[in-house]
């Protein structure tokens, strides 16, 4: 195996080896690399590592348009294993269309980023093999009429990491753990586990576990199952434990989750004790009422793009905290390295599963794309369970009204339903375009304990208002929100200004203009009881398609000057620096 090998990701089985060494990247503008042979790794190239965005550092300037255009990037590297067996080589994300092959021979195709996937393949000891792995995120048009659409720049590449581990006998994958709190101050933990038998007989395999923090220490056996060969049962067992060390905000204790096949198979985590529940229009957090409060954020490092280091992830904790941050928000779901530092930062997540579509958009309208967009939620439900900052799944970015009639809203209330079902600690959140609610709340809307809500009062309408009548307009918006979704819990989740330095300071996209225009949202959000959180848009600065100028606000502001391809409304310039309004917003949320 290769040296400096351990996994950005710390939770999963054991003995998994991150392939971070040295790649090769080559650029296929042609597509000809397959009738090359360049599946064979035969090609030379750039010397990269993995994660890796090909078009990183190409997200502003002259070639910007050609860049989010898209390739075809080729990756090739070498490894060894030390003992011949089966071998699984899994990939936590490639953009867009991604064929990978081993010492030549095709293993795995896949589409989508953000979601893992994995190929199998039979190794020899000691000798080099060769991994290819072929990224096609050419044509973001078709990604968009296919529902691939993206709010983000068009990263192409293996934009997470790669890892590769041996198979034994048997496998646990896909954990769940739920926390209810009893009266007696115990708390009842629910957990689940699959375990899968790779043998060519039917069997038992005894599968145990533990539940530890510091000297508190739950053993569990789980239920003895028959397991034919190769298919996959799924265990389950409850576990009470006194005097449970709960996660929160401020207190984020951590426990380590083992669950053992005897010496054939592990699984190891680190998750959280917390309950989540909807009392009346309140987020309740381990009994007690939550306010969340912080900014969204997008997996963008300047240079990079989406292919973050561990170094770009801690720099995100660090910018979240220095806001004062208890939540964020995502429209995709997160690498899994980065959730284990929000979970240990004590940082909540209001989490973007399945499609993610333009405002009042919805482009999963065949049959097809509708299963494709379940399986993507059911994915990243499977991946990411564990992580106790995640309080609630979002289904859908800014839906207009009660859904668009080409099946969103049917693909909403299956997927609300499904969800509560499956993972009932936590909430289901919907995002709704704030300028286009439903006069009255529909079927989509049944299952849906919380409503977010996008607000841009003041940015992209009323810009130039006086502050006072911005002020009412908020409230009166905020008030029509009450009444529509009477009995939902209401958060604000998205809400901005653009601020760079090419305008004067207190004009709109200025940094004063910003600052000034958040503090007012925040104090108006503060003192109503009925919103229970707010998020701003956005804590960084982040790519996104050349197309994007400004949006409507060149309408109010036509002599506005705006950065192409860049949104702007971070309280965190590109390149990391912070603006001003980050300690206006900073002493806003908190009161001050």
Known sequence: MPAASLPMIDGGPPGRVALNGAW????DPNSHGTLKGWQTGNFAGSNVTVPNAANGGRVTGPKQKKSFAGTTAWYRTAFTV????????????VNHKATVWVDGKAVAHHTGEYLPFEAHATLAPDV???????????????????????????????????????????????????????????ALVDLSVHV????????EIPVSGS?????????????????????????KTRVDVASPRLWAPGSP???????????????????????????????VLNGKPIILRGASIHEDAMGRGDALTSADMDQTIRELQALGANATRAQHPLNPALMERLDAAGIMVWMGVGPVDAPGAWTSRTPALVAQGKRRVRTSLFQLQTHPSIIVWNLANEVAGNGRKEGQSKYIDEMARELKRRDPGRLVGLDVWGIHPPKTMGPMYRYIDAIGDTNYIGWYERTLDPRPSVGQAIRDHVKKFERIFAGKILVITEFGAEANDLNATNIPGGFAFQASLLKLHVDIYRANPRVSGMLVWNLRDFGVTP???????????PDIKIVRGLNQKGLFTYDGKPKPSLAVVRDALAGK
């Open 547 to 557: 197309a994007f100028y400004g949006g409507s606000i060149r309408r109010q502001v």
């Open 82 to 93: 030390p003992e011949a067996g089966r071998y699984e080589i899994r990939m936590e994300s």
């Open 211 to 235: 539940l530890q923090n510091g000297d508190q220490k739950i053993e569990f056996d789980l239920p003895k199952v028959s397991v034919p060969p190769n298919q996959t049962r799924v265990l």
């Open 253 to 283: 204790n951590l426990y380590e989750l083992q669950f053992n096949a005897g010496s054939e198979s592990a699984y190891r985590l680190k998750t959280g004790l917390r309950e989540v529940k909807k009392v009346g229009t309140r987020i």
């Open 24 to 27: 090769v990247l080559r650029s």
């Open 128 to 186: 080099p093999h060769t991994l290819v792995i072929r990224a096609d995120y050419r044509d973001p048009m078709e990604m968009k009429r296919t529902a691939w659409h993206r709010t983000w720049f068009n990263f192409g590449g293996v934009n997470r990491e790669v890892t590769v581990r041996k198979l034994t006998e048997s496998d646990l994958t896909t954990p769940t753990i739920r926390t209810r709190l009893q009266s007696n101050g115990h």
């Open 196 to 203: 899968t038998n790779r043998l060519a007989e039917e069997r």
